[in-house]
């Protein structure tokens, strides 16, 4: 099994490791501390040296942060995690504030009136974040060692696994094509290099692959990137040795100890990009400048090689889904729990011989687990599926061809009218996306209502944004485009979304529909297609469950988009199911 199931946070934790670090915070003179879910990277993910949010805390959420002051504690995160912060954390000891509602620059001077000295790992913030930060009264922020390392007595050793190389049939272009585009870019910003510390840009741009990080197939790694098109890839050179060959005279790989040293001899006017640079690189280059990241929307741009290996990946994800969900509705065990829901579906994946990983922690939530927007059930929240509810389902896995993400929300028994209400809104809402035609210049903001429609009509609302991007055998979670009502960044062709609007009632259920999509020039109604309008593709064909739909509440253009996919499911998984299998689903796709 890729997934566990064991307690990895628990609340009680809290109070000593609380006051060990006040103690040092203490000695160093400092009256608070900043300690981020980031880690050096920046990413959502992180390994578990850096799991410094959930070691303090208990809190093991992908977003958030925390502030240790003498005398009290909070934890900021988002509506995602509202139910699960509340739970994993001790309430004597963190309040729970409610970000980005509350903003740090809000909660940080009513908690400390009288001003004081806040530290911060450098390595942990962006300088983005710092300006937030130093804007702040009568605050001064100060750099430091962190707190929570000298603390962390049993603090897990870094990550050094070996990269991998990534085939350039999969990629659609070779590392020396994309090295030589993004220096291009470098020089057109006016800059003489790009200092990065994203390991998903650095893995797109080289082709290559790695395993620091579970779920993701990331190396972590810094990089210089300069205008010639030439590389400095800064990482253990143990884990470069493998892709010596693959990498090229274009790289250079230098090791991770010598950071400092190299960003300080950088030429001037080296590139960085504030929103992710930490504070510690930017401040060791000379005379910077600031440039919006050159690899972030060449990367979000799946080349056809890309999609095509996606749309591979997907089929195959697909049929393993059918089997699971036939699994679950015609052969669980009547006393089936949410950890044996997580087992069977990552059984399914694992006999298509092709999975790598699962993309990320399985959802599998039963009646009110499936209210925690990101929940991962455990040995001690596991529970028997509830009856005459619902589960929520949201899973995916890591081919080498491409990474899937899909939700699924299944019945259990005989949910009440007023569940599968609640579903039929949240479906109009996906299928509104899917469906939807927009001209160039579009962000995610503008599509983000189409979701959320059917539900506010109905005063009704969910906490998350509508979509996030997908990479190709990369991060799940991928920028710089969003659905979401916060992203501003044009969509353009090849670019992979998720579509999964939602709902969620506490303590009673929870509701998700999800497909992927990736975006493409829009047919004309009279045929071909129209280069001034975009439209989505979607790669995921799973069954969405019609016991659930009240047809009542769809249009007859809602109803001709439902049957259609399920037409569609019908037919590009028909030679990849057994009989059996293929008896089930064209049950469950039957006509509405």
């Known amino acids: 099994m890729f997934q566990t199931f064991d307690v990895t946070a628990r609340p009680d934790a809290a109070p000593p490791r609380v006051a060990a670090l006040r103690a040092w915070m203490k000695k160093a003179g400092l009256d608070a501390f900043l300690v981020p879910r980031a880690d050096a990277h920046q990413g959502e993910y992180v390994a578990p040296c850096d799991e410094r949010l959930a070691w303090i805390s208990g809190f093991t959420g992908s977003a958030g942060f925390a502030v240790i002051l003498a005398d009290r504690a909070a934890v900021f995160t988002d509506g995602r995690y509202t139910v699960q912060v509340a739970a994993q954390t001790d309430p004597a000891t963190f309040e729970v504030v409610d970000w980005p509602t509350t903003r740090l620059a809000d909660w940080l001077p009513q908690a400390m009136p009288d001003g004081g000295r806040l530290g911060f790992d450098p390595m942990l913030h962006s300088v983005a974040e710092l300006e937030k930060i130093r804007a702040l009264p009568r605050i001064e922020a100060v750099a430091a060692t962190n707190g929570v390392d000298t603390v962390w007595t049993d603090r897990p ?63 972590q790694a810094f990089a210089a990137i300069h205008a010639g098109g030439t590389v400095d890839l800064i990482c253990d050179p143990a884990k470069a040795a493998p892709v010596a060959d693959h990498l090229g005279d274009g790289v250079r790989v230098v090791p991770a100890g010598s950071l400092m040293d190299l960003l300080a001899d950088l030429p001037a006017r080296a590139g960085y990009d504030p929103t992710t640079c930490p504070v510690a690189m930017f401040e060791a280059l000379e005379d910077p400048v600031a440039i919006s990241d050159p690899l972030a929307l060449p990367k979000a741009r799946k080349t056809d090689a890309e999609i095509a290996a996606t749309v591979e990946a997907h089929l195959r994800d697909g049929a393993a889904m059918v089997r699971f969900l036939r699994w679950l509705d015609e052969g669980r065990p009547g006393d089936a729990t949410e950890i044996d829901v997580v087992r069977a579906l990552e059984g399914f994946r694992r006999d298509t011989n092709a999975l790598r990983d699962i993309s990320f922690e399985t959802i599998a939530g039963s009646g009110p687990n499936g209210a925690i927007v990101h929940y991962r059930v455990n040995e001690e929240s596991n529970r028997t599926l509830d009856r005459d509810s619902v589960l929520l389902v949201d899973s995916g896995g890591q081919y080498l061809d491409g990474t899937t993400d899909v939700t699924r929300t299944v019945p259990l028994g005989q949910p009440p009218r007023d569940i599968a209400h609640a579903f039929t809104r949240v479906l109009q809402g996906m299928i509104a996306v899917s469906r939807a035609r927009f001209p160039i210049g579009v962000a995610g903001a503008h599509l983000d209502a189409l979701a959320r429609a059917p539900l506010w009509a109905e005063h009704r609302d969910y906490d998350h944004g509508t979509g996030h991007g997908v ?10 485009a969003r659905i979401s009502r916060a992203s501003q960044v044009p969509l353009a062709p090849g670019m992979i979304l998720s579509n999964e609007p939602g709902y969620y009632r506490a303590g009673e259920y929870g509701i998700r529909i999800e497909n992927l999509v990736v975006v493409r020039a829009a047919e004309r109604p009279d045929g071909g297609d129209d280069r001034r309008m975009l439209s989505f593709r979607t ?54």
């Open 471 to 480: 990479g190709v055998y990369l991060g799940v979670h991928e920028g710089p």
């Open 157 to 219: 050793a870094p990550p050094s696994a070996p990269m991998s190389a990534y085939p350039v049939e999969l990629a659609g272009r070779t590392a020396q094509d994309k090295r030589t585009e993004i220096g291009a870019a470098i020089a057109e910003a006016g800059a003489s290099s790009f200092v990065t510390n994203q390991p998903d840009a650095i893995a797109w741009l080289l082709n290559i692959r790695g395993a620091d990080i579970a779920r993701t197939p990331i190396a």
């Open 539 to 592: 790669l995921t064909w799973v069954p969405i469950d019609r016991r659930l739909i009240l047809r009542e509440l769809l249009s007859p253009d809602e109803l001709a988009w439902i049957d259609a996919y399920h037409a569609g499911v019908v037919e590009r998984l028909s030679d990849r199911l057994d009989e059996g299998d293929m008896a089930w689903l064209t049950r469950m796709c039957a006509p509405l």
